[in-house]
């Protein structure tokens, strides 16, 4: 059986490809090659391989992470079967998406340059992760725009996203000034008027998001589900399903015309298993995985959607299921680096997919 494979990597401030075939591969170890990312310390590696003689052809992402290396150099490396994501699709489509989407998403992180500044949606920044992941992105020098609820959080975020944020190089402005891009709005994601009107004055101030990060959620009290009220069943509900579905039905149509933009639905472990006395949040992040799995479906070539599955991290809602266990979790904070470095780096080849930090 042949199978063709892709590297794609950086090497003297170019992206390379690198497409070739192999009748006998070996499955247990790979020779790879890195590219480097902007803050100038880690390598991200993208393997894929294309079987195909399967029916239908199968694109399979080998390994996609990031290592402290010193310089640009070949490791080998062994590859478990769970870091295999296969995508069925016809090999010859698949490919050409694929490349098209790495070298457009990526282009802009060659070796010494840096990433381009993107701008990203984060709903629910008022505390835990969004928050976090707020300042993690406005450090980075990306442009945020948050809502909550919550006005006196969005006042001291602002504060926070003021001192996070670097000046920029060729400018003399502190980083008060720096920091006026990033757009925070007071904004209830359960009402489609309001996600409606802070479409309007996304649009009208920071123009199209890039990524799109559907963070706000609630949970229920731990109780068993006929002891959970109506009234609770449904705020948990409305937040984490139709807050969400309320964001796609104002932001997509604005991503629509130049097709690009990605989409991050936050999910859960317990959005892929069941739990006691969290039926109602486990219910709706199932929700959200079948919704994103089903609108990924609806986007047209250059846009993702995905289900992200945090891990357990030691915010306000799993105190009130863990208790003081809680503090046994990462905090959010450490959490944010990595998450963003993940959210950043997706790309068109993980549309549909259910993902974990």
């Known amino acids: 059986m042949f199978e063709s494979f892709v590297t794609v990597f950086f090497l003297n401030n170019q992206i ?6 192999s009748s006998k591969p070996n499955r247990n170890q790979f020779r790879l090659l890195f590219c480097l990312l902007p803050n100038g310390k880690y390598y991200m590696l993208l393997y894929l391989s294309i079987d195909e003689l399967n029916e239908p052809p199968v694109l399979k992402v080998v390994f996609n992470t990031c290592l402290v290396r010193s310089d640009i150099s070949d490791l080998q490396c062994s590859i478990g079967s769970d870091s295999v994501r296969t995508l069925r699709e016809g090999a010859g489509k698949v490919l050409k998406r694929v490349l098209y989407s790495v070298m457009n998403a990526v282009a802009s992180r060659a ?43 969005l006042d001291s975020l602002k504060l926070e996203l003021a001192a996070a944020t670097p000046a920029s190089p060729s400018s003399t402005e502190p980083n008060s000034l720096s920091s006026n891009k990033h757009l925070l709005i007071n904004a209830d994601i359960t009402s489609n008027n309001s996600i409606e009107e802070l479409a309007h004055v996304v649009m009208e101030k920071n123009g199209i998001p890039d990524i799109v990060v559907n963070n706000a ?17 449904d705020t948990v509900i409305s937040t984490n399903v139709k807050g969400i579905a309320n964001v796609l039905r104002h932001f997509i149509p604005l991503m629509l015309p130049k097709k690009q933009g990605i989409i991050v639905n936050m999910s859960s472990g317990w959005g892929r298993s069941g739990a006691a006395l969290v039926a109602p949040y486990c219910a709706s992040k199932w929700a959200v995985e079948g919704l994103t799995r089903s609108v990924a479906k609806e986007l047209p070539e250059g846009m993702a959607i995905v289900a992200l599955n ?40 993980d549309n549909g997919a259910s993902l974990t930090v």
């Not at 390379?16 to 075939?21: A, C, G, K, M, T």
């Not at 109780?223 to 959970?228: C, D, F, L, T």
């Not at 979790?329 to 790309?347: D, G």
């Open 16 to 21: 390379s490809v690198v497409v070739y075939r």
């Open 111 to 153: 070796v010494g340059g840096g990433a381009s500044p993107r701008t990203i949606l984060i709903t629910g920044v008022g505390r835990g992760l969004g928050r976090a992941l707020a300042l993690e992105l406005a450090k980075q020098g990306h442009t945020v725009v948050g809502c909550s609820r919550t006005q006196d959080k």
């Open 217 to 233: 959620g609630a949970i229920n009290k731990n109780n068993r589900i006929w002891e959970v009220t109506e009234e609770e069943f």
């Open 310 to 349: 945090p891990g357990v991290i030691n915010t306000d809602m799993l105190v009130s299921c863990f208790g003081n266990s809680a503090e046994l979790y990462q905090t959010p904070e450490s959490w944010a680096s990595k998450a963003a470095t993940m959210i950043l780096n997706l790309t068109v080849a």
